[in-house]
């Protein structure tokens, strides 16, 4: 994901998706794009976001690409 920007990842109808990997947690994040994109920048790099954690838990949490469902 090193190279991966909000911008492409958009493009390509992609989303940006987190977990809770905490067996007895595994809470589930969708992060909301474009407000990335207004915040941050289309040229902001994923590999540059700063380590979050669960909410519910405090687990640091996974963060993945994941393809888009349909339009």
């Not at 109808?13 to 589930?28: D, K």
């Not at 790099?45 to 405090?58: F, L, N, S, T």
């Amino acid at each position: 994901m090193s190279e991966w920007t909000l911008g492409l990842v958009k493009a390509r109808g992609m989303t940006l998706e987190a977990y809770c990997p905490n067996p007895s947690c595994r809470r589930f994040y969708a992060f909301d794009l474009d407000l990335l994109i207004k915040e941050a920048g289309a040229d902001f790099r994923i590999a540059d976001i700063p380590p979050q954690a669960c909410e519910h838990c405090g687990a640091p949490l996974d963060i993945r690409l994941a393809m888009g469902g349909p339009p």
